[in-house]
C-alpha cells in the first residue's frame, strides 16, 4: 500500500472513530458521499475530499457555462416552472398544489393566464420568423431620423424606456443617506463588453474577444440591413472603447461613499453641458427631480467631451447596434444564433443554445416573475421550511451577537452601534407579503416582440413613477423561484427565496448540523454584508452613516487588507488571479458566515453533544455541508469573466479560504502542520 494511501486511510479512520447511537437511524445524514473522493486527505484538499468524485463524473451541459449545486438547483426550478407555464398556456389546472399555500400566494386566473400567454408567444417560432425584423423598424426609423447632437438626448430618453441602454444609466432608486426617499440617480454605462478591460487589457485572448465583439457588431448590423457594418462595427467599438477609458473599475465602485456624490440637476448640468441634461430629463419624463446623486462625477465629465467629439452618424450606428443586440431572443433564429455565438459561445463558453423552452421559461419570469412566482409556491413551496428557516435566523442573531461582544480589537462604543444594526434587520424568507401588480401590462399571445418592448416600458414607467415618493420597503429584488440570497443595504434586510431552500442548501429532513454548515452559512453570509467593508457603512436604518470610531476602522480594514492578500495570491487561471478588492463584501461575507453559522450551530444544540451519524460526528457535518454547497465547474472563458467582473470568487475558493481560517475546521478534522489546510494561528483571519 502506497504511503498517500495508507494517509487517506487515515484520515477516514479519524472521520469514522465513533460508533454510531441507535437514535441516529432515525436522522439524514443530509451529505452525499458518492461524491467524495476519499484518496484525497480531507486536511490536504477539502474542497476535492467533498466534492472530488462529482468533479470527475459531471460534466458541464453543452449549453452552460458552468455547473455547480446552485446551478443544479435552478436548473430543477426551471423545470419545475416549465411544467407550471405548459399548464398555464394550455390552459390545464395545476397538476400539482400546496393546499396549506397561503390564498395570497396563490395566482388570479387572470394573472395565470397574462403568464401563459407570455409564454406561448416566446414559443411561437413561426410566427418571429415570419414577421422577420419588421417589428424593429419603426425603433430603427427614429435611431435614423438622429441628425445633429440636439437630439441625441430625447433619442437616448427613448430607448432607455423600451430597455435599450446608452453612455449613462439614469434611474430612480434609494438615497443612501435618505433610505426612505426615491431620488434621481445616474451611473456609467455603456458597454457591449461585460468590463473596461475588455476593452483595455493587452492580454492576447481579450484582445481576441474584442476582434469577435467586431464582428458580431457587424453581424447584427448586417442581418438587419444597416449601411457599411464593417466599418461600423469598428466604429462602435472605438467609441465604447473610448467610453470605457473613461470607466471607474469595478472595484473602485464599490466604494459606497466614493459614488455617494449628490448634487442640483442644474450642477449635473454644467458638468455635461453637451449632454443637454434638462432635454433628457424631460423626454425621460423625470424633468419634476430637482437633486441627483451621480456615481462617477468625473466620468460624467469625461463623457461630455465624448459626445461632443463623436458625430451623430456614430451613435446612429451605436444605438441601432444595441438595440438590435437587445431585442435579438425575438427576432428571427439568424439574430438569436448570431447573440449566441459570441454571448453564449465566445464570453462564456457554451457549446449550444439552451432549448427554446428554457429561453421561453427564462423570459417569461423575466417579465412576470413574481405572478410565475406564484404559480411556483402554490405548487412547490412547503410552509414547513419556513418555520425552520425562522429559527435558524434567530440563531444566527445570537451568534452575531455573542460575536460582537467577543471582538478584542473594537471598542464599546462600536460593539454597541454593531448590535443596534443587527437588531434592526428585517428578514424575508419565500415570498413577498406584497406581490406585484401587472394588470397595467398587455401581453398578447401572439406578439413576442411587442411583449417584451412593452414590458420594458411598463417597468421604467413604474420605475419613474417612484420619484418623490417614499421607497416601498416590502418590494423583493428576487423572484421565489430564484436560487440565490440577498443582503440590501439601504433597507437593511436579508432576503431568502423559496427555491433555496432545498437540498443541498437545506434539506427539512436532514440533521441540523448540515443545514446550518449549508444554508446557515449563506444566513449568516447575507448578515455579514451588512459588517463587511461597504455594508459597515451604513447603520440599522439603512443610511449611510459613520458609526465607527476611527481606531475600529483602522483594525477593520487591517484584517480585511490581511483576508483579500490571501485572495489575491491565489490564481485559478495562469496569469489571472483574485481581485481582492473587487471580491472583498463576499469574502467576508463567506468568513463572518461560516464562523456565525457554526456557532449558531452550537447555540442550536442547547448545552447538549451531537450525535455522530454516518461515522462523522457534528463538527464534521457541519463543515460537509459547507463544502458540497460550494461544487462548481466552469468553462475557461466564464472563469476568465467571473474573474475580471464578478465580485463572487470562485466556488473551489469559497470552500477553501474561509475553512483555512477557521479554528474549529481545524480541529474537527485534525488539520496539523505540514497539512496543507493549516494555517498558522497568526495567519489566521478573523473578522466578526
Keep these: 500500500m502506497s504511503h498517500p494511501a495508507r494517509r487517506a486511510l487515515a484520515a477516514l479512520a479519524l472521520l469514522a472513530a465513533a460508533a454510531a447511537r441507535p437514535a441516529e437511524a432515525q436522522r439524514a445524514l ?129 430607448l432607455a424606456r423600451v430597455g435599450v441602454g446608452g453612455p449613462l444609466s439614469v434611474g430612480v432608486g434609494t438615497d443612501q443617506k435618505n433610505s426612505r426617499e426615491n431620488v434621481l440617480q445616474v451611473s456609467q454605462s455603456g458597454l457591449g463588453l461585460p468590463d473596461r478591460d475588455y476593452y483595455l487589457s493587452s492580454d492576447a485572448k481579450l484582445a481576441a474577444t474584442r476582434k469577435a465583439y467586431e464582428a458580431y457588431v457587424a453581424r447584427l448590423l448586417s442581418l438587419a440591413g444597416q449601411p457599411d457594418p464593417a466599418g461600423a462595427a ?7 472603447t473610448a467610453i470605457a477609458e473613461k ?58 467631451a465624448i459626445v461632443a467629439g463623436t458625430p451623430a452618424s456614430t451613435w446612429r450606428e451605436y444605438l441601432a447596434f444595441h438595440l438590435v ?35 421561453a421559461v427564462d423570459g417569461t419570469q423575466g417579465i412576470l416573475g413574481e405572478a410565475a412566482g406564484k404559480l411556483y409556491v402554490e405548487s412547490y413551496f412547503q410552509p414547513a421550511a419556513k418555520a425552520r428557516m425562522d429559527e435558524m435566523v434567530r440563531n444566527l442573531r445570537k451568534a452575531y451577537e455573542i460575536g460582537i461582544d467577543s471582538l478584542e480589537w473594537m471598542s464599546p462604543e462600536t460593539k454597541a452601534a ?64 430564484t436560487v440565490n440570497a440577498y443582503y440590501n443595504a439601504t433597507n437593511n434586510e436579508i432576503v431568502f427565496p423559496a427555491a433555496i431552500l432545498q437540498p443541498p442548501f437545506f434539506d427539512v429532513n436532514a440533521d441540523d448540523a448540515v443545514n446550518y454548515g449549508a444554508i446557515g452559512a449563506v444566513i449568516g453570509h447575507e448578515i455579514g454584508h451588512g459588517f463587511d467593508d461597504q455594508g459597515r457603512k451604513s447603520d440599522g436604518d439603512g443610511n449611510l452613516r459613520d458609526w465607527w470610531t476611527s481606531a475600529d476602522a483602522q483594525a477593520f480594514e487591517a484584517r480585511a487588507s490581511k483576508l483579500g492578500a490571501q485572495y489575491e495570491a491565489i490564481y485559478p487561471l495562469e496569469g489571472l488571479h483574485i481581485n481582492g478588492r473587487l471580491t472583498m463584501g463576499e469574502n467576508i461575507g463567506d468568513l463572518s458566515g461560516l ?31 459547507f463544502a458540497q454547497i460550494w461544487r462548481t465547474k466552469f468553462r475557461e472563458e466564464a472563469l476568465r469573466q467571473r474573474l475580471l467582473s464578478d465580485p463572487h470568487s470562485p466556488g473551489m475558493q469559497r470552500a477553501f479560504v474561509p475553512l483555512v481560517n477557521n479554528d474549529a475546521f481545524l480541529k474537527a478534522f485534525d488539520v496539523k502542520p505540514g497539512d496543507q489546510m493549516w494555517r498558522d494561528p497568526a495567519e489566521r483571519v478573523k473578522i466578526w
Design 595 to 625: 464562523a456565525q453559522a457554526y456557532r449558531a450551530y452550537r447555540i442550536s444544540l442547547g448545552g447538549k453533544e451531537p450525535p455522530v451519524i454516518g461515522g462523522f460526528t457534528g463538527e464534521q457535518r457541519f463543515f460537509l455541508g
Design 30 to 158: 443530509g451529505i452525499d458521499t458518492t461524491n467524495f473522493d476519499r484518496a484525497v486527505r480531507p486536511q490536504d484538499d477539502f474542497f476535492r475530499f467533498v466534492n472530488g468524485r462529482w468533479l470527475a463524473r459531471t460534466e458541464i451541459p453543452a449549453d452552460a457555462s458552468s455547473w455547480g449545486a446552485f446551478n443544479e438547483l435552478s436548473e430543477a426550478s426551471r423545470n419545475a416552472l416549465h411544467r407550471i407555464l405548459d399548464e398555464a398556456a394550455s390552459d390545464r389546472p395545476a397538476a400539482t398544489v400546496v393546499s396549506n399555500t397561503p390564498s395570497a400566494a396563490r395566482a388570479t386566473p387572470g394573472e395565470r393566464k397574462k403568464v401563459g400567454d407570455l409564454y406561448a408567444s416566446f414559443l411561437d417560432t413561426a410566427r418571429i420568423e415570419a414577421r422577420g425584423i419588421a417589428p424593429l423598424a419603426p425603433e430603427l426609423r427614429r435611431i435614423a431620423a438622429l441628425q445633429t447632437a440636439g437630439q441625441l438626448p430625447g433619442t437616448l430618453a427613448h
Design 325 to 359: 443586440d437587445n431585442y435579438a431572443s425575438v427576432l428571427p433564429d439568424a439574430f438569436q444564433q448570431a447573440r449566441f455565438d459570441f454571448r453564449g459561445r465566445t464570453l462564456n463558453g457554451q457549446q449550444e443554445p439552451p432549448a427554446r423552452w428554457k429561453r
Design 247 to 304: 470607466h471607474w473599475d469595478r472595484a473602485k465602485n464599490r466604494d459606497r461613499n466614493a459614488t455617494y456624490n449628490r448634487m442640483t440637476v442644474a450642477e449635473l448640468a454644467a458638468l455635461a453641458p453637451h449632454l443637454d441634461v434638462a432635454a433628457y430629463l424631460k423626454a425621460a419624463g423625470l424633468a419634476k427631480a430637482t437633486d441627483v446623486i451621480v456615481r462617477q462625477p468625473d466620468y460624467v465629465k469625461s463623457l461630455d
Design 418 to 481: 454593531a448590535k443596534a444594526k443587527l437588531a434592526k434587520f428585517t428578514v424575508k424568507i419565500a415570498y413577498p407579503d406584497h406581490w406585484r401588480d401587472y394588470s397595467g401590462l398587455d401581453v398578447r399571445r401572439d406578439d413576442a416582440f411587442g411583449n417584451v418592448m412593452r414590458a420594458q416600458a411598463f417597468e421604467y414607467d413604474e420605475m419613474t413613477s417612484r420619484l418623490g415618493k417614499p421607497v416601498d420597503k416590502t418590494r423583493w429584488g428576487m423572484t421565489p423561484q
Design 234 to 240: 469598428a466604429r462602435v467599438l472605438a467609441l465604447e
